[in-house]
């Protein structure tokens, strides 16, 4: 067993370059899903029969399906069957956007759900508008309830954006593969990628840890001098873990 | 909307390939469950101890499982294994390493969320009658947590069933594989690619309407035994 780490640093700008675009993708998806995710949530608490049930139905599919079924599907079978061309970005982008939303809706709706129904009590009853009441009381707490829960989705997108290496997109995973079998020396090359990957989920949830610190109101930023932080009934206390709690989601 | 003939006649003529290629998934998926739930209750009780001689290399594992991505590790066990050993591991051995090695790393937090749930007192109770510490961990403390850990558990078997998908990238001859052969030979993607890609959501539906049912089950055995 002989390991030269020397090959994989000499292409090291290739390896950062592809992980530049893995790290766009995963945003870019992530962030269209946050916004259809709280779509999403409100539709699933519309008064409209219709809206709910095609949000219930959309939000169970994309959390049963799998990122890889989602992406051959798409790129390999419906593509070729219509004759749509949609760029490998734009349709990696697409898939984690679909799924993450899908996740993000479940968890607005149960941050929407964990707030006191006396705080919408109580906005009614000092004269705000149902409208009102929502968008200035009851959303910003369930968005600081729903937080630890989103970086958690944050990180699994990150790691999921590995797979989207199926359809040819020149991120992290794609590249590393490439060049550990022209070298012929993968362990290095993916223990190499590996480390990134982990800087990436690791920045992550020291984001949103830091976020969380940031929007709890109760305290005083950067201290827990009263009281115990809110506990969730998830794995990991509803705390950003800082790797996340879904493996293989996708 | 099609601008190619669909031939559904390749899906008949291979339906015993998919099958066999779907049950091959789902033994990976079962010995990787098995392996990550095993590996995880052992690193569960290092993670626990009060030693952090232990406590140290557990942590450091289950991070480590847990922030690579199982895509990337299927490849890493698959070649790396082979270039840094003179093992050699077929495809589908590597497959459930990779699988019960990942969820090996969610089994650990599973479990010891599980034991930290058991109330205290339990323990006391048992050391209170002249238990050892062995034998309070193994027949107080163990059982309760078990049976804690099951719905999360259930929720790993679902995620590695879904993280099984993949393994055709390192040549396991599961459903995608043989949909991928089909259409290069034939040219049939849309065909082979919707029919695997359902027969998965299936087996991922009734999973997860498993999951339903034991969580079911294990609430009910909970309102009676206490």
Same mark, same amino acid.
């Given at each position: 067993?002989?390991?030269?780490?020397?090959?994989?640093?000499?292409?090291?700008?290739?390896?950062?370059? /592809?992980? $530049? &675009? #893995?790290?766009?993708?995963?945003?870019?998806?992530?962030?269209? =899903?946050?916004?259809?995710? !709280?779509? %999403?949530?409100?539709?699933?608490?519309?008064?409209?029969?219709?809206?709910?049930?095609?949000?219930?139905?959309?939000?169970?599919?994309?959390?049963?399906?799998?990122?890889?079924?989602?992406?051959?599907?798409?790129?390999?079978?419906?593509?070729?069957?219509?004759?749509?061309?949609?760029?490998?970005?734009?349709?990696?982008?697409?898939?984690?956007?679909?799924?993450?939303?899908?996740?993000?809706?479940?968890?607005?709706?149960?941050?929407?759900?964990?707030?006191?129904?006396?705080?919408?009590?109580?906005?009614?009853?000092?004269?705000?508008?149902?409208?009102?009441?929502?968008?200035?009381?009851?959303?910003?707490? /369930?968005? $600081? &309830? #729903?937080?630890?829960?989103?970086?958690?989705?944050?990180?699994? =997108?990150?790691?999921?954006? !590995?797979? %989207?290496?199926?359809?040819?997109?020149?991120?992290?995973?794609?590249?590393?593969?490439?060049?550990?079998?022209?070298?012929?020396?993968?362990?290095?090359?993916?223990?190499?990628?590996?480390?990134?990957?982990?800087?990436?989920?690791?920045?992550?949830?020291?984001?949103?840890?830091?976020?969380?610190?940031?929007?709890?109101?109760?305290?005083?930023?950067?201290?827990?001098?009263?009281?115990?932080?809110?506990?969730?009934?998830?794995?990991?206390?509803?705390?950003?873990?800082?790797?996340?709690?879904?493996?293989?989601?996708? | 909307?099609?601008?190619?003939?669909?031939?559904?006649?390749?899906?008949?003529?291979?339906?015993?390939?998919?099958?066999?290629?779907?049950?091959?998934?789902?033994?990976?998926?079962?010995?990787?469950?098995?392996?990550?739930?095993?590996?995880?209750?052992?690193?569960?009780?290092?993670?626990?101890?009060?030693?952090?001689?232990?406590?140290?290399?557990?942590?450091?594992?289950?991070?480590?499982?847990?922030?690579?991505?199982?895509?990337?590790?299927?490849?890493?066990?698959?070649?790396?294994?082979?270039?840094?050993?003179?093992?050699?591991?077929?495809?589908?051995?590597?497959?459930?390493?990779?699988?019960?090695?990942t969820g090996s790393g969610y089994a650990t937090e599973i479990y010891r969320g599980a034991l930290q749930a058991v109330d205290p007192g339990q323990r006391e109770a048992a050391f209170a009658m002249g238990l050892t510490p062995g034998q309070a961990f193994r027949d107080v403390v163990l059982p309760q947590a078990l049976r804690i850990a099951v719905p999360p558990g259930m929720n790993l078997l679902?995620?590695?069933?879904k993280g099984s998908t993949f393994v055709s990238v390192i040549g396991v001859a599961d459903v995608f594989y043989l949909s991928r052969i089909v259409s290069q030979r034939f040219f049939a993607p849309f065909e082979m690619y919707t029919v695997s890609g359902l027969m998965i959501i299936a087996v991922t539906l009734c999973l997860a309407g498993f999951a339903v049912l034991v969580e079911k089950r294990?609430?009910?055995?909970?309102?009676?035994?206490?």
């Amino acid at each position: 067993m002989n390991l030269d780490f020397g090959v994989v640093f000499s292409s090291f700008d290739v390896m950062l370059r /592809a992980f $530049r &675009i #893995s790290i766009v993708v995963a945003l870019a998806g992530f962030a269209i =899903a946050l916004v259809a995710g !709280a779509g %999403l949530a409100l539709c699933r608490r519309s008064r409209l029969r219709p809206v709910r049930l095609l949000a219930f139905a959309y939000v169970n599919f994309f959390r049963g399906a799998a990122l890889y079924v989602l992406i051959i599907w798409l790129w390999l079978g419906l593509a070729v069957a219509t004759g749509i061309r949609i760029g490998t970005l734009s349709a990696g982008i697409l898939t984690l956007a679909l799924l993450n939303s899908a996740y993000l809706a479940e968890v607005f709706r149960a941050g929407i759900d964990a707030v006191d129904g006396g705080q919408k009590e109580a906005a009614l009853a000092m004269g705000l508008a149902p409208g009102q009441a929502f968008r200035a009381v009851v959303a910003p707490q /369930a968005l $600081r &309830i #729903s937080l630890p829960a989103t970086g958690n989705h944050l990180v699994d =997108a990150i790691k999921d954006s !590995a797979i %989207l290496s199926v359809i040819g997109i020149p991120e992290l995973m794609r590249e590393t593969a490439r060049l550990a079998q022209f070298e012929q020396r993968p362990f290095e090359f993916y223990v190499v990628a590996a480390g990134m990957y982990l800087a990436a989920v690791y920045a992550a949830s020291a984001l949103f840890r830091f976020l969380e610190r940031r929007l709890d109101l109760d305290r005083p930023a950067g201290r827990w001098s009263r009281g115990r932080p809110v506990r969730s009934t998830e794995p990991g206390g509803g705390r950003v873990q800082p790797v996340g709690t879904a493996l293989g989601r996708g | 909307m099609f601008s190619y003939r669909l031939r559904w006649d390749l899906v008949a003529d291979n339906v015993g390939g998919l099958v066999s290629g779907l049950v091959i998934l789902l033994q990976i998926t079962a010995l990787g469950f098995a392996l990550a739930m095993i590996l995880g209750l052992v690193v569960a009780v290092a993670r626990t101890a009060r030693s952090p001689l232990l406590r140290g290399p557990a942590l450091a594992y289950t991070e480590l499982m847990r922030g690579i991505p199982l895509f990337l590790f299927l490849f890493l066990v698959y070649y790396g294994a082979a270039q840094v050993s003179p093992v050699v591991l077929s495809p589908f051995v590597a497959a459930v390493l990779a699988l019960g090695l990942t969820g090996s790393g969610y089994a650990t937090e599973i479990y010891r969320g599980a034991l930290q749930a058991v109330d205290p007192g339990q323990r006391e109770a048992a050391f209170a009658m002249g238990l050892t510490p062995g034998q309070a961990f193994r027949d107080v403390v163990l059982p309760q947590a078990l049976r804690i850990a099951v719905p999360p558990g259930m929720n790993l078997l679902v995620a590695l069933l879904k993280g099984s998908t993949f393994v055709s990238v390192i040549g396991v001859a599961d459903v995608f594989y043989l949909s991928r052969i089909v259409s290069q030979r034939f040219f049939a993607p849309f065909e082979m690619y919707t029919v695997s890609g359902l027969m998965i959501i299936a087996v991922t539906l009734c999973l997860a309407g498993f999951a339903v049912l034991v969580e079911k089950r294990f609430a009910r055995g909970d309102r009676t035994s206490s």
